[in-house]
């Protein structure tokens, strides 16, 4: 009798255990619309790519520390010369409708991406060509070798051939058919999506069985619902004045961590006196990071670094010396010697030929960290004798003057402005988009910036063999950028996160992108 | 009539060019909805031939005279931030908005009627001032407040509706059950809308009632020994009404707009935030068409009040 009950206690145990592990019903409120949710149609970088990413695989996956592991791909292999890439597949993967997953949705997906562009997964994927031996072994070849082509294998979805091959135009094709951990079940337009778990799923069964996600448009009223009870997570961040309110409640669990969109202050390059690196050392110089990091952010950031790159980053050159440190007084000297003296007693200094030091500093409005960080900067250098005025004006707006038609060949209209990068130029270190001088290789290089020495080492960090030679090459290129300040890296606000514990604490923090992805619903 | 209807064409003409022309004036670029956030990623020889895909490289005069041929054809164009056909995108939003604009403008009537009616009926007593100050106080409270208080208060501390939506995404209700979720997601913001609306109404028929109550006839029917109540609402309420069916069928016309502020605060599916989140996105065809949908519903509503009027009164000729 007692071994019955003993049996007994240990099944209800057993029972109590994977009644826990599995949790029926996750609500993760999302602020906008991502259309079909198909690789061609969802719409944001974040939190779009992420919930796609539910519902589709890849060939690799990054681990929370933002390193690429296998994933539909067991091994990856890549020859010495960098080029090649030999994957053998996951077996008995199966795509939703069950039809098994093959090197041949591979390399359709890829082909298809070659042939009809899209914003994320085209370019990386230039002049590589995908041969399948058989089933399970894809093999790409490169034209040049590439250090960050694992990011690419980790970024890029694959579709069915068998359900795609019929789509007249992938760009509004609807199909919802994946690998993921997910299937989309619903979309009710502008209202909700709903996910439901993959039993069959080759990582395991996800540990939330439905995932609803209702689009919640307004800040006030997503954390608002999320105290209520009527949502339990959401993928917008919590701004750092709620963090306080937000901890005090035994029901609510704020997660924060390292993140990898950045906050700049950009100088146009091409106008005076920003084209002169020193006058740009002097404003560097007399910027308090930290204290911008202490009121603008609460503390809930990591001051910048001189070179872009973040230094929770694998990529961050730790050896750099920080911002230059300039007292008002030594600043102003500074000045004086380039030749910006206040003549007319104002002041306010002026160029050689009288015209005074007074630029416009552009911000979008809408975005009080970005507004009060630029009113910071025009107050730290107001003491010597230059004046920034602050003009707030909608995105697009500042965008189109900063970056016209998102084409830097096509120039640039500003003095200053507060900008930001999103997170995968930060992941892949895109630092030859960010600084080369040629404005068809240095897609993002807003600011006008040229240096040809530097040009040089960014072209061949493109084409390293491995890891190691490119993060040679990146420490030295972060040296030279940290010298030249062709814009300041200012800070790195935290990711913040809320979510009902009680409900799902399966989250797990990916370095630099958050909560919101496969990992934190897979096992891991 | 010919000569209005001549002059609705105009206007509609007018009205279409406008939609056509303001978008395009507004600084930013639609590429970023075009692609996604991601165009950031996208080098700039693929922005062309998206730009050109669109028919937007071509110049301004081209795309209008395009425009103007397939608005011809019933063709309102293609959604970039939706990625469908517009009129699609109009057609799924257009139900919740009347449901709501719909809803609040019958209230907001009706509220309005009965209490300005009262209120020039008691006129200069503790009633009519009273009701006085409070609507006047609806009509400065900002509804985006409001809302958020209502919300603060009933859903929040009370727990009586939701905060977000216009129904329950996690449930599949069906038959009445639906309907009970649908009108509990609609209560808070149709009571927004109607406080924050009603005013308009009732200042109206308040002071069109007091000069009617002054008429002759009134003083007739009085004194052949009508009750109050049928002199209030059976006599002189009919010809109060009249100025108070202009300010309704002006609100009708207004209806398909929606009401922006109130849909965002309560995340509600309606045009009133579609309409918003083109201009903000540059989603040209989308505006094009939501425009032209409340341009022709209130050339509509015009129209059918001026056929309305030779009914309703008639002095008025055409």
């Given at each position: ?524 | 009539m010919k000569t209005k209807l001549a002059s609705y064409?105009?206007v ?86 009347l449901l709501l604009t719909g809803t609040a403008l019958m209230f907001s009537t009706v509220l309005g009627v009965l209490v300005g009616a009262l209120a020039a009926w008691r006129h200069g007593s503790a009633f009519d001032v009273g009701a006085l100050s409070l609507f006047v106080l609806l009509d400065s409270m900002p509804s985006?407040w409001l809302?958020?208080?209502l ?35 609609l209560a808070l913001p149709v009571i927004t809308l109607t406080m924050t609306t009603v005013s308009g109404t009732f200042l109206v028929m308040r002071s069109a009632m007091i000069g009617v109550l002054d008429e002759d006839y009134v003083r007739t029917a009085r004194s052949k020994g009508a009750s109050e109540l049928r002199v209030l609402y059976y006599h002189a309420l009919r010809n109060g009404l009249l100025p108070v069916a202009t300010v309704f069928m002006i609100n009708l016309g207004f209806v398909v707009s929606g009401a922006?502020?109130v ?31 409340i341009?022709?519903s209130v050339l509509f509503t015009n129209c059918l009040a001026d056929l309305l009027y030779t009914r309703i009164d008639p002095r008025v000729r055409l």
């Amino acid at each position: 009798m007692r071994k019955l009950s003993v049996l007994v206690l240990v099944l209800s145990g057993l029972l109590l255990c994977t009644a826990t592990a599995q949790t029926p019903l996750v609500r993760l409120a999302i602020p906008t619309t991502e259309r079909a949710l198909t690789p061609y149609t969802y719409n944001t970088g974040f939190p779009g790519w992420y919930l796609l990413m539910l519902i589709y695989d890849a060939l690799m996956i990054t681990d929370l520390d933002g390193v690429p592991r296998p994933w539909l791909a067991e091994t990856v292999q890549v020859s010495a010369d960098g080029t090649t890439w030999t994957l053998t597949l996951r077996q008995n993967v199966r795509w939703h409708d069950g039809q098994p997953f093959t090197a041949a949705d591979v390399k359709f997906s890829y082909e298809l991406y070659q042939k009809v562009t899209h914003p994320r997964f085209s370019g990386p994927l230039r002049g590589v060509t995908i041969e399948t031996p058989d089933a399970r072994t894809v093999v790409l070849k490169l034209s040049a070798p590439s250090p960050t082509f694992d990011l690419t294998l980790a970024d890029t979805p694959i579709v069915p051939k068998h359900i795609w091959e019929r789509a007249q135009d992938p760009k509004t094709f609807e199909n919802p058919i994946g690998t993921g951990p997910y299937r989309l079940t619903q979309i009710v337009p502008d209202q909700f999506y709903r996910l439901e778990a993959n039993a069959e799923y080759f990582a395991g069964k996800p540990r939330v069985d439905t995932l609803v996600l209702p689009i919640i448009r307004d800040a006030t009223a997503t954390f608002t619902a999320l105290q209520a009870g009527q949502i339990d997570a959401a993928t917008r961040t919590l701004t750092p004045e709620l963090v306080a309110q937000f901890q005090a409640r035994p029901d609510i669990k704020v997660i924060s961590g390292p993140g990898f969109v950045t906050t700049l202050l950009l100088f146009n390059n091409e106008r005076p006196p920003f084209n002169d690196p020193r006058v740009r050392r002097v404003i560097a110089g007399v910027i308090s990071y930290a204290e911008l990091v202490r009121t603008i952010l609460l503390g809930f950031g990591k001051v910048g670094s001189p070179a872009f790159i973040h230094p929770d980053s694998p990529w961050y050159n730790s050896n750099l010396s920080g911002f230059p440190r300039l007292t008002v007084d030594q600043a102003r000297q500074a000045l004086e010697a380039l030749g910006f003296k206040d003549s007319n007693g104002d002041g306010v200094r002026e160029f050689p030929d009288g015209k005074p030091l007074q630029f416009v500093l552009l911000t979008r409005s809408g975005d009080p960290v970005r507004i009060r960080t630029a009113e910071l900067i025009a107050q730290a250098v107001k003491p010597i004798g230059i004046v920034f005025d602050v003009r707030a004006l909608d995105s697009d707006t500042v965008a189109q003057l900063v970056w016209p038609d998102f084409d830097v060949c096509k120039g640039r209209n500003y003095d200053l402005a507060i900008w930001g990068w999103s997170a995968p130029v930060m992941t892949k270190a895109d630092v030859r988009g960010l600084f080369h001088s040629d404005c068809k290789l240095g897609t993002l290089n807003v600011v006008g910036y040229a240096n040809k020495a530097l040009d040089a080492l960014l072209d061949k960090q493109a084409q390293a063999v491995n890891r190691e030679e490119r993060k040679r090459l990146l420490d030295e290129i972060q040296k030279i950028v940290a010298e030249d300040l062709p814009f300041l890296t200012l800070f790195y606000p935290d990711l913040i996160f809320a979510v009902r514990p009680a409900v799902y604490d399966g989250w797990a923090f990916l370095k630099g992108e958050g909560i919101i992805h496969k990992l934190s619903f897979v096992k891991r | 009539m010919k000569t209005k209807l001549a002059s609705y064409a105009l206007v509609l003409l007018i009205a279409v060019t406008l939609n056509f022309l303001l978008p395009r004036l507004m600084p930013g670029t639609p590429l970023r909805f075009l692609v996604g956030e991601d165009v950031a990623l996208l080098p700039p020889e693929s922005v062309r031939e998206l730009l050109a895909q669109h028919g937007l490289d071509r110049p301004l005069w081209e795309q209008y005279l395009r425009y103007l041929r397939d608005l011809v054809r019933g063709d309102l164009g293609y959604s970039y931030r939706e990625n469908k056909p517009v009129l699609s995108v109009l057609v799924e939003r257009l139900p919740w908005t009347l449901l709501l604009t719909g809803t609040a403008l019958m209230f907001s009537t009706v509220l309005g009627v009965l209490v300005g009616a009262l209120a020039a009926w008691r006129h200069g007593s503790a009633f009519d001032v009273g009701a006085l100050s409070l609507f006047v106080l609806l009509d400065s409270m900002p509804s985006f407040w409001l809302g958020m208080i209502l919300i603060a208060l009933f859903a929040v501390k009370l727990g009586w509706f939701p905060i977000f939506g216009a129904q329950t995404p996690w449930a599949s209700f069906t038959g009445w059950q639906y309907v009970w979720d649908v009108l509990k997601h609609l209560a808070l913001p149709v009571i927004t809308l109607t406080m924050t609306t009603v005013s308009g109404t009732f200042l109206v028929m308040r002071s069109a009632m007091i000069g009617v109550l002054d008429e002759d006839y009134v003083r007739t029917a009085r004194s052949k020994g009508a009750s109050e109540l049928r002199v209030l609402y059976y006599h002189a309420l009919r010809n109060g009404l009249l100025p108070v069916a202009t300010v309704f069928m002006i609100n009708l016309g207004f209806v398909v707009s929606g009401a922006t502020v109130v849909e965002t605060v309560f995340s509600y599916p309606g045009l009133g935030r579609l309409l918003y989140e083109a201009v903000l996105q540059r989603d040209y065809p989308l505006m094009q068409g939501a425009f032209l949908l409340i341009t022709v519903s209130v050339l509509f509503t015009n129209c059918l009040a001026d056929l309305l009027y030779t009914r309703i009164d008639p002095r008025v000729r055409l």
